[in-house]
């Protein structure tokens, strides 16, 4: 499939409406369970999700639409939400991802985004130049990437419970 920028907020507008109905009203085991050291809970994950909505991509989309100056991308910390309370509801969690989804999706669609624009390029620390149209298929890739990864640690959960089934159920052996 090739990239279009409707296409891509198809997916970009409807993950806080996926993440609500997945995770809303869960109980605090399938929430906060992980699939063992270093790796992240369904909450941790929203909280990830929250950060990069607030310090990662509308930052970089404005860098790259810049007319002058430094066109470098600072650095995302990817493990910021392990910092953040802990405790915090998930109903405040999923409330912040929708304000800060929906906010920053009103401001992709008043840049107006020509075909042009995302061959516009920006600086990645790692990668160096990068498209507009990367970045945003990134972000979009990104989303669907973390609610698979949602899915496979709750189901995770109950690897041991499953029994025999276990031969049948991919998802259980990555």
Known sequence: ?????????????????ILEAYLGRLSKDWLKNNEGENTWSPYEIL???????????M???????????????????????LKE???????????DFNVLRTSN???LRALNISDEDLQLTGIHPE???????Q???TWVVHDLGHI??????????????VGPWINYLSVLKR
């Open 85 to 95: 309370d802990q405790d915090r509801p998930i109903a405040e969690l999923l409330t």
């Open 47 to 57: 909280g990830h999700l929250v950060y990069g909505e607030k310090t990662d991509w």
């Open 59 to 81: 930052v970089r989309v404005k860098t790259i639409l810049r007319t002058s100056g430094n066109k470098l991308f600072e650095p995302f910390d990817r493990l910021a939400q």
């Open 148 to 161: 698979g990864q949602i899915s496979r640690v709750m189901a995770k959960q109950y690897k041991n419970e």
């Open 105 to 107: 999706l009103e401001e």
């Open 127 to 133: 990668f160096g130049e990068v498209t507009l149209g």
């Open 1 to 17: 499939m090739q990239f279009e920028l409707q296409k891509s907020v198809e997916i970009l507008e409807r993950t806080p409406l």
């Open 135 to 137: 970045l945003i298929a």
